[in-house]
Nanobody, 127 residues
């Protein structure tokens, strides 16, 4: 069964840090580019970061640049999203997603190019 499972998010104080993980089962995650998206009710799903399977290049939304790092551990079939200096506006449901092809992870993260999605995990930044 092809599956992506995000780690639990949680409640974090402003300025705090949180690392999300995205573990794959049923397929080799290294064969895919992987992205993290977030969604706030009433808004469109936003691409946060992605890592390109072909080039290793990483991309970040301007809203998180300098505060977020995406990485992958192929031995664990897992991709991570390290988030630092969290702000209340980072509050959202975070999803990881994987897709194949050279256009999946570029500066613009096209949602429709991602084939496999995790179930999402809530991250709340609040004091």
């Amino acid at each position: 069964q092809v599956q992506l499972v995000e780690s639990a998010g949680g409640l974090v104080q402003p300025g705090g840090s949180l690392r999300l993980s995205c573990a794959a089962s049923g397929f080799t995650l290294d064969d895919y580019s992987v992205g993290w998206f977030r969604h706030v009710p009433g808004k469109e799903r936003e691409g946060v970061s992605c890592i390109n399977r072909y080039t290793g290049t990483t991309y970040y939304a301007d809203s998180v640049k300098g505060r977020v790092t995406i990485s992958r551990d192929n031995a664990k079939n897992t991709v991570y999203l390290q988030m630092n200096s969290l702000k209340p506006q980072d509050t959202a449901v975070y999803y990881c997603a994987a897709g194949r092809g050279p256009f999946v992870c570029l500066a613009t993260m096209t949602i429709g190019l991602y084939d496999n999605w995790g179930q999402g995990t809530q991250v709340t930044v609040s004091s």
